[in-house]
């Protein structure tokens, strides 16, 4: 399965686009891994549109998603500012976050709920690919 979708860059847009992302996979990830999925998302596209997208936000956010025998696996793409390219390998443990912050959750949630993370920017193109495993974690 091989679906594309294309979001703006504007935070009413994200769960509207979380929950499309979470019904293309419905039935094909464990139960388990739904909520942990949606978090991800959900944290990965605000990111973007809080940190990347900048007005008139008229650079759409682009969603991939890619299944097959093993994995789910989403490929977001926007034209925005480009993170720190180690920020994904350098998240912090959520052990180590405080609970009470208003911010600063995000990249350590996408990395704690996904299966594997990379980013890269490249062109003018950010990509940041999000894989989850379609067996039951251990």
Do not use: W
């Not at 019904?23 to 978090?39: F, I, N, T, Y």
């Not at 990111?47 to 989403?74: C, G, M, Q, R, W």
């Amino acid at each position: 399965m091989h679906a594309a979708f294309e979001m703006t860059a504007q935070i009413a847009a994200v769960d509207p686009m979380v929950i499309s992302l979470k019904a293309a996979v419905a039935g094909q990830l464990p139960e388990s891994k739904l909520a942990g999925l949606e978090v991800a998302l959900s944290e990965a596209l605000v990111n973007i549109v809080v940190h990347a997208v900048k007005p008139p936000y008229d650079k759409p956010v682009s969603i991939e998603v890619k299944l097959d025998a093993e994995t789910a696996t989403f490929v977001i793409s926007d034209k925005g500012a480009s993170a720190p390219p180690d920020l994904f390998e350098n998240a912090t443990s959520l052990d180590l976050i405080d609970v009470m912050a208003e911010g600063g959750r995000g990249v350590s949630l996408i990395r704690f709920f996904a299966d594997d993370v990379s980013y890269c920017s490249s062109e003018g193109v950010n990509r940041l690919t999000l894989v989850f495993e379609r067996k039951e974690s251990q």
